[in-house]
């Protein structure tokens, strides 16, 4: 189904649903966590698929970590244990959330009452240096990579790396062309500066930070400086903030002070770069106490409208930034 301009548009400004750009949660879904089920209210993690319809999440993008006990031998087959688990226990609730690989899957979805579902992989680790997984990994419905996590791989160095200047390999390079070639959405969060740096140079599509935080609010490798944010304006990227703790505030980290991030990032960069990146189920049970899990969101549209969002401001960031990027970088 095509989706004219005036269709979208409409979807942008109107819909009043959340699309989050990171979570952690398919950890649960491992044997180790035997006592969480998905489809129903769970005092383990803080996303399931009940707590996601209070909080009025319409489109979901699940990452699959890569652990660093799986790198570098067995960063592929972890990758695919993950998205075998991902797959079989989301098509048991295919009534309430589906996967989504183009644009007009996720407006159908959404517009049947479902939760689109979006699968990432967060650590470049997994391609095993080779664009053939990629190509691979698109086919199997992964629709969005973060090229590193904290360390160096066969792309780039990770933020851990930082010191070392290293900026993305001559694999990186081509990965970046393979992403735009096919439509993948690209993810910065994790990478070195300088690596942030080559992507923006070479990319012909825009890119996310899927979680991150700005760096002038809370001085931390992970957050983004007003540099790196100008650099996304200019790719017509986002930024998903997260509410991990440690990205918010190094002493006493809370909602007012997440919500400086909002207005920093929003006064640097534009409103139209802003939106969620949870990061929740990744933050090892340190979290913010009013944003304790994703059935809480309605707290921060609230703090974001008293600190003078405007609803069409508050919409462009919960929904509408993240979906013009997809739109833009995915095939139709």
Same mark, same amino acid.
């Given at each position: 189904?095509?989706?004219?301009?005036?269709?979208?548009?409409?979807?942008?400004?109107? =819909?009043?649903?959340?699309?989050?750009?990171?979570?952690?949660?398919?950890?649960?879904?491992?044997?180790?966590?035997? $006592?969480?089920?998905?489809?129903?209210?769970? *005092?383990?993690?803080?996303?399931?698929?009940?707590?996601?319809?209070?909080?009025?999440?319409?489109?979901?993008?699940?990452?699959?970590?890569? %652990?660093?006990?799986?790198?570098?031998?067995?960063?592929?087959?972890?990758?695919?244990? +993950?998205? @075998?688990?991902?797959?079989?226990?989301?098509?048991?609730?295919?009534?309430?959330?589906?996967?989504?690989? $183009?644009? =007009?899957?996720?407006?159908?979805?959404?517009?049947?009452?479902?939760?689109?579902?979006?699968?990432? *992989?967060?650590? &470049?680790?997994? +391609? %095993?240096?080779?664009?053939?997984?990629?190509?691979?990994?698109?086919?199997?419905?992964?629709? &969005? +990579? &973060?090229?590193?996590?904290?360390?160096? =791989?066969?792309?780039?160095?990770? *933020?851990?790396?930082?010191?070392?200047? &290293?900026?993305?390999?001559?694999?990186?390079?081509?990965?970046?062309?393979?992403?735009?070639?096919?439509?993948?959405?690209?993810?910065? /969060?994790?990478?070195?500066?300088?690596?942030?740096?080559?992507?923006?140079?070479?990319?012909?599509?825009?890119?996310?930070? $899927?979680?991150?935080?700005?760096?002038?609010?809370?001085?931390?490798?992970?957050?983004?400086?007003?540099?790196?944010?100008?650099?996304?304006?200019?790719?017509?990227?986002?930024?998903? +903030?997260?509410?991990?703790? /440690?990205?918010?505030?190094?002493?006493?980290?809370?909602? %007012?002070?997440?919500? @400086?991030?909002?207005?920093?990032?929003?006064?640097? /960069?534009?409103? @139209?770069?802003?939106?969620?990146?949870? @990061?929740?189920?990744?933050?090892?049970?340190?979290?913010?106490?009013?944003?304790?899990?994703?059935?809480?969101?309605?707290?921060?549209?609230?703090?974001?409208?008293?600190?003078?969002?405007?609803? %069409?401001?508050?919409?462009?960031?919960?929904?509408?930034?993240?979906?013009?990027?997809?739109?833009? *970088?995915?095939?139709?």
């Amino acid at each position: 189904m095509d989706i004219s301009k005036k269709e979208e548009g409409e979807l942008l400004i109107f =819909n009043e649903g959340i699309i989050d750009a990171h979570c952690d949660t398919v950890h649960y879904f491992t044997q180790e966590k035997g $006592s969480y089920i998905f489809s129903e209210r769970n *005092v383990l993690a803080q996303v399931d698929l009940p707590r996601m319809e209070t909080g009025n999440i319409k489109v979901q993008f699940f990452a699959l970590y890569i %652990e660093p006990e799986y790198k570098p031998c067995h960063a592929l087959k972890r990758c695919l244990q +993950l998205l @075998d688990l991902f797959y079989r226990t989301v098509e048991s609730c295919i009534e309430r959330i589906e996967v989504v690989y $183009s644009f =007009n899957d996720l407006i159908r979805v959404n517009r049947e009452g479902k939760i689109a579902a979006v699968i990432t *992989v967060e650590g &470049g680790e997994a +391609l %095993e240096g080779d664009l053939g997984f990629l190509r691979i990994f698109y086919r199997l419905g992964i629709r &969005g +990579l &973060g090229l590193t996590w904290n360390q160096r =791989n066969q792309i780039a160095d990770g *933020v851990w790396e930082r010191e070392a200047g &290293g900026g993305l390999t001559r694999f990186g390079k081509k990965v970046i062309k393979e992403m735009n070639d096919v439509g993948m959405i690209i993810d910065l /969060a994790h990478i070195a500066e300088r690596g942030f740096n080559d992507v923006l140079a070479l990319t012909t599509q825009p890119v996310v930070v $899927s979680h991150a935080n700005a760096r002038a609010i809370c001085d931390h490798p992970r957050n983004l400086t007003d540099r790196q944010l100008k650099l996304l304006q200019e790719n017509g990227g986002v930024v998903g +903030l997260s509410f991990y703790p /440690a990205f918010i505030c190094p002493e006493n980290p809370n909602l %007012e002070k997440l919500l @400086d991030h909002f207005e920093h990032i929003a006064e640097i /960069a534009g409103i @139209d770069h802003l939106g969620i990146g949870s @990061d929740f189920d990744g933050m090892e049970g340190n979290f913010l106490k009013d944003l304790n899990d994703v059935s809480s969101l309605h707290f921060l549209i609230e703090g974001l409208l008293s600190r003078g969002f405007k609803k %069409e401001d508050v919409s462009k960031v919960l929904w509408g930034n993240f979906l013009r990027v997809i739109n833009r *970088v995915w095939k139709q």
